[in-house]
């Protein structure tokens, strides 16, 4: 089993669609967790750190559930230009981040 | 600029070749990492530092492959006799650590290899 598992999609979904993505991970120690997007052929770009009790930025929910061992990502009113991979990002504190495979998201106009 | 630069953007290389790829962090970053990325899938850790500490290697990370960081700045990986399964993007990523959890990482461009 991969120590971060998601379902790599795509998702296809037109614009002002609320759409959510899971993520798994089987390190129960993990300690830290963020939620990266990375468009075609770029770096990946930090979009939020994920915390116990859950947070928002603006359109974009994460939370984060320990006890299944899974994180999500909610984006309510889809743009344009939300397509892209999202990738899931799991860290126990010192040792190396795991990445996910990523979700590929298309938002359709 | 101030983020974390790389160079060369892309390499093509024979099989055989030795090549070397640069990182520099954002400067007050204490630590650096490297990834490899191939088409459809997630950045995978080969090695990071901590100031000039090289902490952790992958198991991915064969003998042909040797990372510096010789005064905890910039930082060098080296592929020695490329191989064409070596073609991937490689990248570099820096973090400000000191607390009890980890921190966000901020990626370069990336350098694109491409081994024939």
């Known amino acids: 089993r991969k120590e971060v598992e998601q379902d790599p999609g795509p998702f296809n979904v037109p614009e002002g669609a609320t759409v959510a993505f899971n993520c798994t991970y089987s390190?129960?120690?993990?300690?830290?967790f963020f939620w990266y997007r990375q468009d075609c052929r770029k770096e990946p770009k930090l979009l939020m750190s994920?915390?116990?009790s859950g947070n928002e930025d603006g359109r974009f929910t994460a939370q984060l559930n320990r006890a299944s061992q899974y994180i999500s990502l909610l984006i309510r009113d889809s743009k344009l230009s939300d397509s892209a991979t999202y990738l899931c990002?799991?860290?126990?504190?010192?040792?190396?981040?795991?990445f996910g495979p990523g979700t590929r998201l298309s938002v359709l106009p | 600029d101030t983020g974390v630069s790389q160079n060369p953007r892309h390499k093509i290389t024979k099989r055989g070749q030795n090549v070397t790829f640069r990182c520099d962090p954002i400067s007050e970053h204490n630590r650096l990492y490297w990834y490899r990325q191939t088409l459809g899938q997630g950045p995978e850790f080969l090695t990071y530092f901590q100031n000039e500490a090289q902490l952790e290697k992958s198991r991915l990370l064969s003998d042909r492959f040797s990372a510096e960081r010789p005064k905890g700045s910039f930082s060098t990986l080296e592929i020695q006799r490329t191989e064409q399964g070596d073609s991937a993007m490689y990248l570099c990523a820096s973090s400000l650590e000191g607390g009890h959890k980890a921190s966000e990482q901020y990626f370069g461009p990336g350098t694109r290899l491409t081994v024939t």
């Open positions: 990002v799991v860290n126990n504190y010192g040792q190396n981040f795991v």
């Open positions: 390190n129960s120690a993990s300690q830290s």
């Open positions: 994920v915390y116990s």
